[in-house]
């Protein structure tokens, strides 16, 4: 590579801070910002909440599988994906292509903590469900490329640290080019 890949996929649980931290890491960059969820409601019309309530979750699984698809297309972008699009393993596969992944790690009391009960997430609500689904999903988080401690730090922060670690690891890339 050697140079700032051409996309940056924010993986990680609810709450961990993938849309905020993105937002600021392509302004960072220079990059373009695209939110997954937000582009499956656009594209169905539909918010998560009654995609999940009309459809299910498998149909809601299906359409993160295609907007991966979609993404996997643009250039010079930081895409935020929803919490669970990194578990699946052909979504993950798509949005691993020719991109730089980032896990957004953060202490598991400091995440449920951060996740409203507002009817905006299906699945959030009870913390015992939390708990159990992040403790499935770790592994998959684990297999990004890079990964970043979020506890504790503000968005801006965790965007800084980011940029800051695809800085060192292009430099390095360079340097071993030689
Ligand atoms: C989900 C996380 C949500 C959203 C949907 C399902 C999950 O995104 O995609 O409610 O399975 O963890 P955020 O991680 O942005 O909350």
């Known amino acids: ?11 990680g649980f609810m709450g961990s801070g993938k849309s905020a931290v993105g937002t600021r890491l392509a302004v960072r960059l220079g990059y373009a910002f695209e939110d997954l ?6 594209r169905t019309g539909r918010s998560i909440a009654a995609l999940f309530a009309e459809r299910g979750e498998e149909a ?14 643009l250039d010079r972008c930081v895409i935020a994906t929803g919490g669970g ?8 596969a798509r949005l691993q292509e020719g991109a730089l992944t980032v896990w957004l790690r953060c202490n598991t009391e400091e ?11 299906p699945l959030a ?3 015992a469900i939390m708990r159990a689904l992040l403790a499935e999903r770790e592994p998959s988080y684990r297999l990004a490329d ?4 979020t506890s504790g730090a503000t968005p801006g922060e ?3 640290r980011i940029a800051d670690l695809i800085e060192q690891r292009t430099a390095r890339e360079r340097i071993a080019k030689r």
Not at 37 to 42: F, G, L, M, S
Not at 85 to 92: E, G, K
């Open 125 to 127: 609500g009870n913390h």
């Open 37 to 42: 969820d937000r582009r499956i409601e656009k």
């Open 85 to 92: 699009a990194f578990a699946r393993p052909d979504t993950r």
């Open 146 to 149: 890079l990964e970043v401690d």
């Open 111 to 121: 995440l449920l903590s951060r996740i409203p009960d507002d009817g905006t997430r």
């Open 1 to 11: 590579m050697g140079e700032v890949p051409n996309r940056i996929v924010l993986v």
């Open 158 to 160: 965790v965007a800084n």
């Open 60 to 73: 809601f699984r299906e359409e993160e599988l295609q907007e991966a698809d979609a993404i996997a297309r």
